[in-house]
């Protein structure tokens, strides 16, 4: 039984750490769409190498982050955690000294594969680790906290570029790693478990069945009952779906370039690439049907809501995804901004998310998820089509202000009750695994619209050096943008029902990324399960 308490010292100790390891990865998805331009700059790279500077990451972090949670659960949540944060930290100096845009490319998705093990295992040490009755305040700290982390990187981004250079974007991890590290190692105690299923982010959060916490000069008792747990579950325990984390990457991975290498590559090639991710795709699924401990639970999908629910997820966050890919070059190269500028001017939808996400949730379990769930993508929409607004001498009060007011009314209004949804359409017990499902195919959908959007708004290769070449791209790709948020709308007035009263609710009240819902662990009724 995890006994820590959130008011002792080292529960406060456990708090600092996971949110630094967290707020690292949250701090690098919003910094680095605000340095865009003067990357390319500095590295001679062209739009495909800005947008492969993106979804590198994101192509390793959401293919693999519903593993990550498994292989703490395995090896110790502590211990993955840590390797997390000093890969991450390790990947950000090599992004930091890239010397070229192929080295800072491979370097980001080596950051993603860092960010796959620390994500999930923030929070997972926090269920594991803090007493019931300090876990729900515990978790609500986490998030808030690493929603101001998220909320400071486009100003802080920006700040850095314009000032030490965007170089130190990536570099500012290092310092974080070596103060988060050897807090960890001190302070942490040492949790595993035996996942209920393979070990998707859900599982990250611990299952108390066969969690075990040390006391804090490390028991030695609670080692050999961690060692008997691990015995007692059997073969089950030590089969990870690698095999479906590497096919679902490289699903992703092989579409993703077909869309990007689309505009110039080899014809041959492109469809090759494209038919390729196709077929991986299929093997995909066809392995997690098969697989008894998948990382993927395809039986999840019956439930019709959970289902509808991760369309609309798909329609939001690829909405989301392309506005602030674009949103910042636009500033940058087309009304004339710093980088600093162009950072702060996005702030606010953060902001709002900070302040509003909790009684957004509350109002969503009184009136129901359909309707917030239905017009927040509309709100999102007309800020959107507000951006159409802006362009050579955009005025910040005037033309970007009400936009991403508005786009931010909107994220408030469906981020809650999109997750409180997700956790509700499925068993209480595997509301973890739910949200860590959710969760990828945000970042999923995300990765495919960085990719897709140059190409289908006829944005060249060299289109971000010209005010005129990008604007006109930027202005079809924020109607695009929109169109796909008001499909969201309608999918979620169609299918969303109001869930059971008895239902799991979110434990992450307070919420400010804007390129993935929170993510929530496996509990049942106030303990871990």
């Known amino acids: 039984m995890p006994d820590v308490r959130l008011a002792s010292p080292r529960g406060k100790w456990i708090l600092l750490t996971t949110v630094l390891g967290s707020s690292m990865a949250l701090l690098d998805s919003t910094v680095v769409n605000v340095a865009l331009p003067r990357i390319g700059r500095d590295l001679d790279a062209d739009l495909a190498a800005l947008q492969w500077t993106v979804n590198a990451y994101l ?13 703490g659960d395995h090896y110790g949540r502590r211990k993955v955690f840590v390797i997390g944060v000093v890969w991450f930290a390790v990947a950000s100096l090599l992004c930091g000294i890239a010397p070229n845009a192929g080295v800072l490319v491979a370097a980001r998705a080596l950051q993603g594969i860092g960010g796959a093990l620390l994500t999930p295992g923030s929070l997972a040490l926090i269920q594991a680790s803090f007493h019931p009755e300090d876990r729900g305040r515990a978790v609500g700290l986490w998030s808030g906290f690493g929603g101001m982390g998220a909320a400071v990187g486009p100003f802080l981004g920006g700040w850095l570029v314009d000032g030490p250079g965007w170089r130190w974007v990536f ?5 974080l790693a070596v103060v988060c590290v050897p807090v960890a190692l001190r ?10 299923r393979s070990g998707a982010t ?32 059997g073969p089950a325990h030590q ?44 093997a995909f699924v066809a392995v997690e049907r098969r697989h008894p401990d998948p990382m993927l639970p395809l039986d999840i999908f019956a439930s019709r809501q959970f289902t509808a629910v991760n369309l609309v997820t798909l329609c939001v966050y690829a909405a989301f995804g392309g506005f602030f890919f674009l949103s910042a070059v636009q500033l940058q190269v087309v009304a004339g901004w710093s980088a600093l500028g162009a950072g702060t001017a996005l702030l606010p939808t953060t902001v709002l998310m900070l302040l509003l996400s909790a009684r957004s949730g509350e109002l969503a379990e009184h009136i129901g998820p359909r309707i917030p769930l239905t017009a927040g993508p509309l709100l999102c929409a007309a800020g959107m089509l507000l951006m159409l607004r802006v362009g050579p001498g955009a005025s910040y009060a005037t033309d970007v202000l009400p936009a991403v007011l508005v786009l931010g009314f909107g994220m408030v209004a469906l981020v809650a009750p999109l997750t409180a949804t997700v956790l509700a359409s499925v068993d209480v017990t595997r509301a973890g695994v739910a949200s860590g499902v959710n969760n990828a195919a945000a970042r999923a959908a995300g990765l495919v ?61 307070t919420h400010g990324s804007v390129l993935a819902p929170p993510l929530e662990g496996e509990r049942t009724k106030g303990r871990l399960s």
């Open 59 to 71: 192509l390793t972090l959401a293919g693999l982050i519903l593993l990550g949670g498994s292989l």
């Open 202 to 233: 859900g599982s990250a959060a611990g299952n108390a069945a066969g969690s075990v916490t040390e006391s804090p000069a490390g028991s030695a008792a609670g080692s050999a009952t961690g060692k008997a747990a691990r015995k007692a579950a």
């Open 449 to 509: 619209a960085v990719a897709a959007l140059p190409l289908l708004t006829g944005m060249s290769s060299e289109a971000y050096r010209s005010a005129t070449a990008f604007d006109d791209a930027f202005r079809r790709a924020m109607v695009l943008c929109a169109g796909v948020l008001v499909v969201g709308a309608a999918v979620a007035f169609a299918t969303v029902r109001r869930p059971a009263p008895d239902c799991r609710r979110p434990e992450c009240r």
């Open 171 to 175: 570099l500012l991890n290092v310092p």
């Open 239 to 282: 089969r990870f779906d690698v095999l479906g984390a590497v096919l679902g990457a490289l699903s992703l991975a092989l579409v993703t370039y077909a869309l990007i290498e689309a505009r110039s590559g080899p014809v041959g090639v492109v469809l090759g690439a494209a038919v390729a991710g196709l077929v991986t795709g299929v």
């Open 187 to 196: 302070h942490v105690p040492e949790s595993d478990g035996r996942p209920v």
